[in-house]
């Protein structure tokens, strides 16, 4: 059973920087895909960025340069490293996989969440 783990949100001042951990169990990177995901207060659901299972990375546009999305293979964490953070990167931060025998076409593994809050 895949269970993931968020980690490192918090409140910070605009212009700050977090970064956020997800520690993954029970799979193997090479059979999941897992990607960032967040839901800011009052709005759907955004895909962030992931990992494939090739170990390519892909960004949402909206975060290209201020979001760097990295894996330590060895810990099994995927790690979002936040820059430049703007009053609107507030939201409940989680991370998700997806089973490539799905093509990794649907998310079915999500944690608890992190909550990032950025004042202005």
């Known amino acids: 059973q895949v269970h993931l783990v968020e980690s490192g949100g918090g409140s910070v001042q605009s212009g700050g920087s977090l970064r956020l951990s997800c520690a993954a169990s029970g799979y193997h990177t090479s059979n999941y895909c897992i990607a960032w995901f967040r839901r800011p207060p009052g709005k759907e659901r955004e895909g962030i960025g992931g990992?494939?299972?090739?170990?390519?990375?892909r960004y949402t546009d909206f975060v290209k340069g201020r979001f760097t999305i990295s894996q330590d293979n060895a810990k099994n964490t995927l790690y979002l490293q936040m820059t430049s953070l703007k009053p609107e990167d507030t939201a409940m931060y989680y991370c998700?996989?997806?089973?490539?025998?799905?093509?990794?076409?649907?998310?079915?593994?999500w944690g608890q969440g992190t909550q990032v809050t950025v004042s202005s």
């Open positions: 990992v494939g299972t090739d170990g390519s990375i």
């Open positions: 998700a996989a997806a089973s490539a025998l799905d093509g990794c076409g649907l998310y079915k593994y």
